[in-house]
């Protein structure tokens, strides 16, 4: 799976290990250090049916990535708001 393909979707929604695969990132990273952090329940992410499995949502993901790389230079420090904002120290 490569991000190209998965973008042609209008909305896809993937696993975590799917997930993994595309940002480059461990699985487990993305279980404790990301999600509740950087990726929030019910924008980057939800759990079907109420249940215990997670699907993440590409489309708003490959966004928010790509926008805060280009709101904020490279080595500049800053605290990531729930509305999209950032705090700088």
Do not use: C
């Amino acid at each position: 799976m490569n991000a190209e393909s998965v973008s042609k979707n209008s909305q896809t929604y993937l696993t975590t290990d799917e997930l993994s695969a595309l940002i480059k990132y461990d699985a487990r990273t993305i279980r404790e250090r990301l999600k509740d952090s950087v990726l929030l329940e019910g924008v980057h992410y939800f759990r079907p049916f109420g249940g215990r499995k997670i699907l993440y949502n590409w489309n708003v993901i490959e966004r928010d990535m790509v926008k805060l790389s280009q709101v904020r230079p490279v080595g500049m420090a800053g605290i990531p708001m729930a509305n999209g904002g950032m705090l700088h120290a």
